[in-house]
């Protein structure tokens, strides 16, 4: 039944996961794939203007450093320059004379510029040591650059122009751009040559306006980047060195151009390289993926809103098209499990088709005769109830009964035998309320002087074998009751409780208000109740105890409350094997009259 059930599903279920299964579903998988069809050829569209671009940059690049180059190497084979240099050198010249050849180198130098601002500044090391400079003087150890393995690759080179692969900052420009220079050891023969190494430091001004001039034509950021990682050219700032390292965009093995897809700031990057033609510099061009395929998410976009429509208008078609139906349907099984809970007052009007309503007038035609089959069940048991309760009266001739306990009481009375007369009068008021035929509700006051004639009874028999607490609310005194149910819970309370073990019994009997419930509590030290037995106890359908006082055990005292006051009261069942035993009663509130709060 539980497979069964689970596979069930309601009509709205079914209906909508068709829906979803033959038509969102396959949509949205169709239109998936498309998107990610069109994205890769966006993407390999792209790759190649890119690289037909970053080609072209290579191209533009490589011919404005030959041509810094080429004003280089005119400055670094003029001979004239060299020997001014060289002449400020050897006769350490000074003053006037100092001045005047400085100036003539200067302008000299001007002069091949040709007003120029490529070349920021010309710096000759001589060859036993000391440098002179043009225009801006150098930042870093002489020793120390000497020391170098550019300088001394100019060296062995010599009359050829020399880039060395890492940036440094050779002389202070106060700009941010890196610095990058040529250098080259004169090929001038003669010993008037002092001049062993002419450096060339020139910023990429005019490698920048390449760059811009191409950033309007592609997307995305623009880097250019030595073997060390160092940038010389960036468009975006935020891009930094570390940034780089961690991609490895430059390694000894890079092709002369590639791309692929990194992780860059927590962000999917397409990164775009190209090598430069002196194989030195590597051209990068780095795009958030995102940003790549924007278009393609917009149009993604525009289909997710044609689905929302869809499934929007599909809503309202099912709710006009279902709504006679579903409705219902559903109401009708609300009400059932109401029914099912023991609910039998349920009625459900129906509007839709004649089927829909035939259904429900069935529905509530079978809930009143259900109904009503109840009433008849409940009289039919309050009947046998008082039936049984007419046969255990019958039991005993009532006249006979009273006629003899008066005789013994007059006896006890004449011979000053006082226990005797208090044993009859509590065994006579217990009979008393026994044979009153003509109410079932007694006060709680009336109820608890019954049960106290029956333990002035039970403690002379039991030789006062255990004692009783009692803990009565004053204001339940007034309240009503079923008549005896607390003294066969006690009578229990003594013969399978108290009466098996070998210490005094204590009986604490506790009646309060809880909420809208009147509550009695009785509680024993004795033997306890395994916890197995408990429900077999209290859901028993028979007598608990033949040999109690009135044949009447737990199971009865729930019985005729269940069928006084409904399945909501009740008694509760406690217990600890060897220790204790607390029954727990749960009444209605009754005032006089019958009339409860509830």
């Known amino acids: 039944m539980g497979k069964k059930a689970a596979k069930r599903q309601s009509i709205t279920t079914k209906y909508f996961l068709n829906f979803i299964i033959l038509i969102i579903i396959p949509v949205l998988l169709i239109s998936f794939l498309l998107n990610m069809a069109y994205k890769n050829i966006f993407v390999n569209h792209y790759s190649e203007m890119v690289m037909q671009t970053m080609e072209q940059m290579s191209i533009r690049i490589q011919d404005e450093l030959n041509n810094i180059s080429l004003k280089s190497a005119m400055i670094g084979n003029d001979?004239?320059?060299?020997?001014?240099?060289?002449?400020?050198?050897?006769?350490?010249?000074?003053?006037?004379?100092?001045l005047d050849l400085s100036n003539q180198v200067n302008s000299k130098i001007n002069s091949l510029l040709n007003c120029s601002d490529d070349i920021y500044s010309v710096i000759f090391f001589y060859k036993d040591g000391g440098h002179y400079?043009?225009?801006?003087?150098?930042?870093?150890?002489?020793?120390?650059?000497?020391?170098?393995?550019?300088?001394?690759?100019?060296?062995?080179?010599?009359?050829?122009?020399?880039?060395?692969?890492?940036?440094?900052?050779?002389?202070?420009?106060?700009?941010?751009?890196?610095?990058?220079?040529?250098?080259?050891s004169p090929d001038i023969l003669g010993e008037q040559n002092e001049v062993e190494v002419v450096c060339f430091v020139f910023m990429p001004k005019s490698i920048d306006s390449i760059y811009a001039k191409y950033q309007?034509?592609?997307?995305?950021?623009?880097?250019?980047?030595?073997?060390?990682?160092?940038?010389?050219?960036?468009?975006?700032?935020?891009?930094?060195?570390?940034?780089?390292q961690k991609c490895g965009l430059f390694n000894q093995n890079y092709i002369k151009s590639s791309y692929n897809d990194v992780v860059l700031n927590n962000k999917k990057n397409m990164i775009y390289t190209y090598l430069t033609n002196n194989d030195k510099w590597?051209?990068?061009?780095?795009?958030?993926?995102?940003?790549?395929?924007?278009?393609?998410n917009q149009v993604m976009m525009y289909f997710v809103l044609i689905y929302i429509v869809i499934i929007i208008l599909f809503i309202i078609f099912a709710v006009f098209f279902i709504k006679d139906i579903i409705t219902p349907i559903k109401q009708l099984i609300s009400k059932m499990k109401s029914v099912q809970k023991g609910n039998f007052d349920?009625?459900?009007?129906?509007?839709?088709?004649?089927?829909?309503?035939?259904?429900?007038?069935?529905?509530?035609?079978?809930?009143?005769?259900?109904?009503?089959?109840?009433?008849?069940?409940?009289?039919?048991?309050?009947?046998k109830s008082n039936e049984e309760m007419k046969a255990l009266q019958a039991q005993i001739q009532?006249?006979?009964?009273?006629?003899?306990?008066?005789?013994?009481?007059?006896?006890?009375?004449?011979?000053?035998?006082?226990?005797?007369?208090?044993?009859?009068?509590?065994?006579?008021?217990?009979?008393?309320?026994?044979?009153?035929?003509?109410?079932?509700?007694?006060?709680?006051?009336?109820e608890i002087e019954y049960l106290n004639n029956y333990l002035y009874i039970m403690k002379v028999r039991f030789?006062?074998?255990?004692?009783?607490?009692?803990?009565?609310?004053?204001?339940?005194?007034?309240?009503?009751?079923?008549?005896?149910?607390?003294?066969?819970?006690?009578?229990?309370?003594?013969?399978?409780?108290?009466?098996?073990?070998?210490?005094?019994?204590?009986?604490?009997?506790?009646?309060?208000?809880?909420?809208?419930?009147?509550?009695?509590?009785?509680?024993?030290?004795?033997?306890?109740?395994?916890?197995?037995?408990?429900?077999?106890?209290?859901?028993s359908k028979k007598s608990e105890d033949r040999k109690s006082f009135n044949h009447i055990g737990v199971n009865n005292v729930m019985r005729r409350i269940?069928?006084?006051?409904?399945?909501?009261?009740?008694?509760?069942?406690?217990?600890?094997?060897?220790?204790?035993?607390?029954?727990?009663?749960?009444?209605?509130?009754?005032?006089?009259?019958?009339?409860?709060?509830v």
């Open 133 to 184: 400079y043009f225009k801006s003087p150098l930042i870093q150890d002489e020793k120390t650059l000497r020391k170098e393995a550019w300088y001394r690759e100019t060296i062995q080179n010599k009359g050829r122009i020399i880039m060395p692969e890492k940036t440094k900052e050779l002389i202070s420009t106060g700009l941010s751009q890196k610095q990058l220079y040529f250098s080259m």
């Open 463 to 539: 030789d006062e074998l255990f004692t009783v607490e009692y803990d009565i609310s004053e204001e339940i005194e007034s309240l009503y009751m079923i008549k005896l149910t607390l003294q066969p819970l006690i009578e229990n309370a003594i013969h399978h409780g108290i009466s098996k073990v070998d210490r005094k019994g204590i009986i604490r009997v506790r009646g309060y208000l809880q909420e809208e419930l009147l509550i009695f509590e009785i509680e024993d030290n004795g033997v306890g109740i395994e916890k197995e037995r408990i429900y077999d106890i209290i859901h």
């Open 79 to 98: 001979s004239e320059i060299i020997n001014l240099v060289s002449r400020m050198k050897k006769s350490e010249a000074e003053g006037y004379q100092r």
């Open 398 to 446: 009532p006249h006979f009964i009273y006629n003899t306990l008066s005789s013994i009481r007059l006896m006890a009375m004449v011979a000053k035998v006082d226990g005797i007369k208090n044993m009859t009068d509590a065994f006579m008021k217990l009979l008393s309320a026994i044979f009153k035929h003509n109410d079932s509700l007694i006060k709680v006051k009336t």
């Open 282 to 296: 590597l051209l990068v061009n780095i795009i958030d993926y995102n940003m790549l395929t924007s278009e393609m």
């Open 346 to 383: 349920e009625k459900i009007v129906v509007e839709g088709s004649s089927e829909i309503v035939e259904m429900g007038e069935s529905f509530n035609n079978m809930v009143s005769e259900i109904n009503q089959l109840i009433i008849e069940r409940d009289i039919q048991e309050k009947e």
């Open 562 to 597: 269940k069928l006084n006051h409904g399945e909501g009261y009740g008694i509760t069942i406690d217990s600890e094997y060897m220790k204790y035993t607390k029954v727990t009663l749960i009444l209605p509130i009754i005032h006089e009259g019958g009339k409860s709060d």
């Open 216 to 244: 309007n034509q592609r997307m995305g950021t623009g880097l250019l980047i030595n073997k060390d990682n160092d940038i010389i050219v960036s468009s975006d700032n935020k891009i930094t060195k570390e940034n780089i």
